[in-house]
């Protein structure tokens, strides 16, 4: 996806955006949009599932791998950080882990799509709840890059 096209695109048309019904208040709410409109249209359209991470987003298998192991880590942990449920218990934790890895590697072609499903499938959270919590993962994923990029120019 051309993102510098798609942040002008949004930038002169920014007030549209913010009448819509779709609450597309930010860039990234905007291309979160456009990657679940095309997952779900060639879903409903043609019963293909499209990964918008490898079409947009140009991910190997191996990187993919790494993301969804860490996304799936950072949205356990704040399960086990904001619900009481028996954490030491192994079944309840394998079980709730077994089902976040499903879900981000199945429902993660965009934000929206991964918090519906996790919301729909876990009473205790709301949709804004999960989006929010995956929004701060790739606030942390992209802080732990730069803390990455830096180190590496300093050798």
Known sequence: MNLDYLRDF??????K???????IESFDDLVDYI?????SNFEYDFH???DVN????????ENKGVITMQ????IMDYLKDNFN?????????????????YAVENFNNSKSQLAYYLSDMIDEVDFDEMKAVISDYE???????YKNILSELDK
Do not use: M
């Open 35 to 39: 990657e679940g409109t095309v997952s």
């Open 85 to 101: 449920f028996d954490y030491s218990n192994s079944f309840v934790r394998n079980t709730l882990s077994n089902f976040v890895d």
């Open 10 to 15: 949004y930038d002169k048309n920014k007030e």
């Open 17 to 23: 955006f913010l009448e819509s019904e779709d609450s």
């Open 71 to 74: 996304l799936s880590d950072f």
């Open 54 to 61: 490898k079409l947009f987003k140009n991910l190997t298998e």
């Open 48 to 50: 293909i599932n499209v």
């Open 139 to 145: 606030k942390y994923e992209t802080y732990e890059n």
